[in-house]
């Protein structure tokens, strides 16, 4: 079964602390992307990635960064967590192209303190 | 660019009874259009998908979408609910990039 694996299900960090997570996908895919879910807010883009070492903007990408090192690996990185970076963080994996829809992992939920 | 809006927050229904979830779209392009499905405490799952075609779209859990062109609209519907079916359900859109984006979603509570 094809996979996208968030590397931690529940996540507690202190304010000001810097925070790797961490999205491995199976499938060969070439696109990558993290979106956080907040309630009333749906998805909201933090970053893509179309390919291996690029990177681009979502809609929300400030106090975030990413690397793409390897194709099937993304990370999200916050440089100094704040309490209102406290969310679900969901990573997403497709195939270049409209037509495929995205395969989701099942999400980090980060708290800040 | 595009957009999407799920007007309902929330829908209750009761268990066998129907029920419509709205989505409306806006796009200065040709379109591509999802609906995802998140069960409590998972990531989302993909219900069903419009490419081109046939407007009437179906999933293999009794769940259907029509694409309307001229209302802009992608509804999701189902005859007879489930409590099983107990989720939030996202729409989403995408032109001719990989990217969508995604309404703020319609909460579905199915009571007995």
């Known amino acids: 079964d094809v996979k996208v694996t968030q590397s931690s299900r529940y996540l507690v960090k202190r304010t000001g602390e810097k925070v790797f997570l961490e999205c491995v996908q199976d499938?060969?895919?070439?696109?990558m992307f993290w979106y956080r879910q907040d309630p009333g807010l749906g998805l909201r883009l933090i970053y893509f990635s179309y390919d291996v070492k690029m990177k681009e903007k979502g809609d929300i990408p400030e106090g975030y960064s990413v690397s793409r090192e390897k194709k099937e690996r993304f990370s999200l990185i916050l440089e100094s967590a704040s309490t209102n970076q406290t969310s679900m963080y969901l990573c997403?994996?497709?195939?270049?192209?409209?037509?495929?829809?995205?395969?989701f992992g099942s999400g980090t939920r980060l708290t800040v303190v | 660019a595009q957009s999407v809006t799920q007007l309902d927050s929330q829908v209750p229904v009761f268990e066998e009874a129907p029920v419509e979830l709205r989505c409306n779209y806006s796009s200065s392009v040709s379109v591509y259009l999802f609906w995802y499905v998140q069960y409590p405490n998972q990531g989302l799952q993909l219900l069903l998908k419009y490419l081109s075609g046939s407007t009437l779209v179906e999933s293999i859990n009794g769940f259907e979408a029509e694409f309307n062109k001229s209302q802009t609209s992608f509804h999701l519907r189902k005859p007879s609910v489930h409590i099983s079916d107990t989720a939030e359900y996202f729409c989403?859109?995408?032109?001719?990039?990989?990217?969508?984006?995604f309404g703020t979603g319609t909460r579905l509570q199915v009571t007995l």
């Open positions: 499938m060969d895919h070439e696109n």
């Open positions: 997403a994996s497709s195939l270049r192209g409209p037509y495929y829809g995205y395969t």
């Open positions: 989403a859109v995408t032109g001719t990039a990989s990217k969508l984006t």
